[in-house]
């Protein structure tokens, strides 16, 4: 009995590679992982060579929290999540660092990455109703939009775990009216990221 079902659970998971393969999710993730990766190295190469050769980093952030409110930083920062995330958070992070609770810190940016995701999250389902955008996605971008529809719950932990802007994958999630309840629950994955890429940042200023 106990081969039988194991047997049954091995030709499932069988059958979930064959269709990721048919797919091409894997050639996608690969893809992503790829471009994901540089922007990473760089990040932290970048960090290194200004803090050494050009200005201090401990020093910045330490300017910047005497001479900016917690409130106008986090203002900032709420709006880069909720419109396209033009401001690399890994900057926030790293003044999260400086502040009086950094894990309290921490844990508000993460919180208002997730929320500002929401909000792209309703900007993406906002755009499909402009009838040339609904128009342009039905007909030219048709194929691309099935499979966003096929890997959706994928799509969101990529954008959610990975130097991919956040508010793009959840504007992509809107337009592709992808259900909310599962993408507030992948998006949840958003917090994991900010702890993971904090316990890093934290180590090197």
Do not use: C
Request: hydrophobic share 50%; charged share 15%.
């Amino acid at each position: 009995m106990k081969t039988s079902s194991k047997s049954v659970k091995k030709s499932r998971l069988q059958l979930l590679h064959q269709y990721y393969s048919y797919t091409g999710f894997y050639k996608f993730l690969g893809t992503s992982l790829k471009k994901a990766l540089p922007p990473i190295l760089l990040f932290i190469a970048a960090l290194l060579i200004i803090n050494y050769f050009v200005i201090d980093i401990n020093e910045l952030l330490i300017y910047v929290t005497e001479n900016y409110s917690d409130y106008v930083v986090f203002s900032v920062f709420f709006a880069s999540e909720s419109i396209l995330g033009l401001i690399p958070p890994e900057i926030f992070i790293a003044w999260s660092d400086k502040a009086v609770s950094p894990i309290l810190y921490l844990s508000i940016l993460a919180t208002l990455s997730y929320l500002g995701g929401i909000i792209s999250y309703f900007i993406g389902k906002w755009i499909t109703k402009i009838p040339s955008v609904h128009e342009y996605l039905e007909v030219k971008m048709a194929k691309h939009i099935k499979n966003a529809r096929k890997w959706g719950g994928f799509l969101i932990i990529v954008g959610a775990l990975l130097p991919i802007p956040f508010s793009i994958t959840s504007i992509a999630s809107g337009m592709i009216k992808y259900p909310l309840i599962s993408y507030l629950l992948f998006g949840l994955l958003r917090f994991l990221r900010f702890y993971l890429y904090a316990a890093a940042i934290f180590s090197l200023i």
